[in-house]
């Protein structure tokens, strides 16, 4: 055996060996949710317009005014987000809904904000809400008219409408699929991504198109957010009802392309203090855009509470960007676990039946080693918990709550 050879076996063996850690490695990496720190790189490609490294934060008309929008409602808005301390803790969108505009374009084919319920026009509004340090947002739709059918949509017009919400300084459109011809939406939103980009301002571009076409499987190179679900009502059945459907798409969601399981409730009145906590919570660990849509000139200090916390809310904007699961179900009480930065996860206990239970969640269904002890933070007490954890966490939880906590590793 020549020494060239010996050589050649020699980093033959060193390569063989280096794959064999290399496989050993990333078998721990698939079989646990996350004993090694999450590799972070692309999951696939996204849509490279710069906005929605992290879930989108701010407010949107729709859940609690419907058609009764009006320029007012949206600067006070946009006053009470900052004067609330909300715009600081990253509310920074002021989303206009459906019915902003007249019932047909101007003689240019221009889309035209209401003469009468937005008399200072749309380039006006979005000087205010930019004054105030805050971002613009509009409606639209991929079809004829929009969803209340009260104006245009966009549909042949993209271009041309890209052209005026840029104009407008529109960082923000809520692209609905209302009057549609039932043609795929995968090329009809497409088009307005394109016309978007053509414009040249990086305007967060969220897919409303019901769960039934999926677009949580198409829209990553096309949106920054896609709606997984049906819309959401004020109602407990129904919320946790979408946050079930909107976990089942949890391993598409990635910074710049978001799953949205529709609009926050929060203090619109439809829910306890308790269930309200779910809703948030569940919302935030699931990466879910944090878009109020509660009446924020008459906020309560309760909701502020809620929609204010502001360690919930650094989960919600983790660099990492991984939504949360649900890893364990025990008929209606769940554990809710998902990665964060540095080592740490984020678990919610929630129990969905009327009287209290105790759960464990254990370090096998998190995806943490069992041997590793922790220490637990609790997001909704603000504080450190005094016992540390391993192998499991068990919590007592009153009937219809949860209960949320960042785990750090002892070491
Ligand atoms: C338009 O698309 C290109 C290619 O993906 C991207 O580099 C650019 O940042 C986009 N611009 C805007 C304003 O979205
Ligand atoms: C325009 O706004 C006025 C006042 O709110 C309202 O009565 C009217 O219906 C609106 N027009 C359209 C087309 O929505
Ligand atoms: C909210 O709390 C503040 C201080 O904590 C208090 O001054 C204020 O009256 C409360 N507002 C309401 C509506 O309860
Ligand atoms: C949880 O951990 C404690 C202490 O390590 C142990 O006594 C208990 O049996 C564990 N419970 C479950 C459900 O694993």
Not at 18 to 45: F, G, I, T
Not at 65 to 77: S, Y
């Amino acid at each position: 055996m020549t020494t060239r050879m010996k050589i050649g076996a020699t980093s033959l063996l060193f390569v063989l060996c280096l794959s064999a850690v290399s496989l050993l490695l990333n078998l721990c990496c698939l079989s646990l949710l996350k004993p090694c720190e999450v590799p972070v790189k692309p999951r696939r490609s996204f849509l490279d317009n710069g906005v929605g490294l992290t879930p989108p934060m701010g407010w949107n008309s729709w859940n609690r005014f419907q058609c009764n929008v009006d320029e007012e409602l949206i600067k006070a808005t946009a006053d009470a987000l900052v004067s609330t301390g909300l715009a600081k803790l990253g509310y920074k969108y002021v989303n206009i809904d459906d019915c902003w505009g007249e019932r047909r374009r101007d003689p240019q084919g221009n889309l035209v904000a209401n003469a009468t319920s937005f008399p200072s026009g749309m380039a006006a509004l979005g000087d205010y809400i930019h004054g105030l340090g805050l971002k613009f947002g509009i409606y639209s739709s991929a079809g004829t008219g929009t969803c209340c059918e009260t104006m245009p949509g966009s549909l042949g017009h993209e271009q041309q409408d890209a052209n005026t919400f840029a104009s407008w300084g529109v960082d923000y459109l809520k692209y609905d699929n209302c009057v549609d011809p039932y043609t795929s939406p995968i090329i009809r939103y497409k088009t307005m991504s394109e016309a978007l980009n053509n414009t040249g301002r990086p305007i967060f571009y969220n897919i409303c198109v019901k769960n039934d076409m999926q677009p949580a499987i198409w829209g990553a190179n096309i949106g920054n957010s896609w709606r997984t679900t049906e819309d959401i009502h004020d109602n407990w059945d129904r919320m946790l009802y979408i946050a079930d459907m909107n976990e089942f798409y949890a391993d598409y969601a990635q910074p710049g392309g978001w799953n949205d399981p529709d609009m926050l409730e929060v203090g619109n009145g439809g829910m306890t203090y308790s269930e309200y906590l779910v809703h948030f919570s569940i919302w935030a660990i699931s990466k879910a855009p944090l878009i109020l849509g509660c009446d924020l000139r008459k906020l309560s200090n309760e909701t502020l509470n809620i929609v204010g916390n502001i360690e919930v809310i650094a989960v919600n904007q983790d660099h990492l960007g991984i939504q949360a699961k649900k890893v364990r179900n025990f008929g209606r009480h769940e554990v809710w676990a998902g990665p964060l930065s540095g080592n740490r996860v984020v678990v919610l206990f929630v129990n969905r039946k009327r009287k209290s239970m105790t759960i464990p969640a254990l370090w096998v269904d998190i995806g943490i080693l069992d041997n590793v002890p922790h220490r637990a933070r609790d997001l909704w007490q603000h504080e450190d918990l005094q016992t540390t954890f391993q192998g499991n966490m068990t919590m007592t939880l009153s009937g219809r709550s949860c209960k949320m906590f960042v785990l750090t590793p002892l070491s």
